[in-house]
């Protein structure tokens, strides 16, 4: 009895670190499959977020993404206040496929942690950032440039 307790427990922890997270962070070795993901944006069921400072986006970016770290208040908002409006402005539509580029993959990761919370899960990043991921596509990468629509 004792051992299926123990049992159960250890299952229960390994589920609850499980649902930690869930997104799908790209390594330098899926970069195709994230590549497959980006092929996705515009089809009204995805939105693609830079969360690099403004000026670092609107210098060079993944085509069709958005540059979030506008200002507020005269202050670049931080990821909690980005993944907070965009919950918002979801609403409870949890089906959309949410993909993320940052420096190195932690404010990719921690906007993933917030959204999950609040149930959306359909979440995916590259976890090099955004000069590995330019890096590793080489000449066949032209970034998009300047203003876009949204930032």
Known sequence: MKARIALLFVALLFSLSACRTRGKAYGDEEIEAFDKVLTHI???NTKAYDLRAYEDCVAGRIPGFFCMRTLRDGEARTVEEIASDLIVLLG????YRI???DYDGEDSRRFTEIMNASGFHNIHYFAGGYD???ELKGEEFTPETGE???C
């Open 42 to 44: 515009g089809d009204g």
């Open 92 to 95: 409870k539509k949890h089906n």
């Open 99 to 101: 993909i993320l580029i």
């Open 132 to 134: 590995r991921y330019a």
């Open 148 to 150: 876009c629509d949204g």
